[in-house]
């Protein structure tokens, strides 16, 4: 079974500072994907990235960015010039592609992210 | 762009009561999933549909039924409620493999 670790629960960081959050996971799947949500105090739950693991190249999004390391198993999202709106609670997450089932994300738990001003 | 909807938004029972969650995926998206969150927790994974029909199922209490509608809409039935069902309740759908997973709003669920 496939299991996903976010080995820190709470972060902060300074305002327009860079943050990591580090995330690793343990599957015997080959293709896999890999997302960041964000669940800001509102509870809406808000995908930041996705990555396909058969791709090598880290998925870039604005200030939203990954470091996929698939032979360490490490999928860490680097948040750049850190605004006051990034404020929220990350979670990792993975999924199969396997078409039989499974299709569900399967999750860490969280780390809660502070930005201060 | 549509969204996944949730309906309600909010709502309170008494326990032994029953509740009805409404969610209205993504036109298009084949697959539906219900997740549970309790307070300072991850999702817990309930139970998802695949064109209308159970494709796979999680930590749903028996007291929990689901179903999908041939309009693709699905509603995850609560009878006998407990205290401990309070959570809020995410709704998301996709499309094939190959999509992410986009949530509803979520409900939240309050039994007293």
């Known amino acids: 079974a496939q299991t996903v670790t976010q080995s820190q629960p709470e972060m902060s960081v300074q305002e327009a500072e860079t943050v990591t959050l580090s995330c690793t996971y343990d599957t015997s799947e080959s293709d896999y994907y890999l997302f960041w949500y964000k669940q800001p105090p509102s509870r809406q739950m808000i995908l930041v990235i996705r990555?396909?693991?058969?791709k090598q190249q880290n998925a870039t999004e604005n200030r939203f960015s990954v470091n996929f390391q698939k032979a360490a198993k490490s999928f860490s999202l680097k948040i750049s010039d850190s605004q006051l709106g990034d404020a929220a609670m990350y979670f990792c997450?993975?999924?199969?592609?396997?078409?039989?089932?499974?299709?569900?994300?399967?999750w860490g738990l969280g780390t809660s992210l502070a930005v201060n001003p | 762009a549509a969204g996944v909807i949730q309906s309600p938004r909010h709502l309170i029972k008494e326990k032994r009561e029953t509740a009805t969650l409404k969610c209205y995926p993504i036109p298009r998206h084949d697959t539906v999933y219900w997740y549970q969150q309790g307070p300072g927790q991850d999702p817990q994974f309930l139970i998802s549909?695949?064109?209308?029909?159970?494709?796979d199922k999680g930590s749903i209490p028996d007291r929990f039924s689901a179903q999908q509608f041939s309009d693709y809409h699905s509603e995850l039935n609560m009878s006998s409620l407990e205290l401990g069902d309070s959570a809020l309740y995410f709704c998301?759908?996709?499309?094939?493999?190959?999509?992410?997973?986009?949530f509803g709003n979520g409900t939240r669920l309050t039994v007293t």
């Open positions: 990555q396909e693991a058969y």
């Open positions: 997450a993975y999924r199969s592609v396997n078409a039989g089932n499974n299709r569900k994300l399967i």
């Open positions: 549909f695949y064109e209308k029909m159970q494709s």
């Open positions: 998301a759908s996709s499309f094939s493999n190959n999509s992410p997973l986009h």
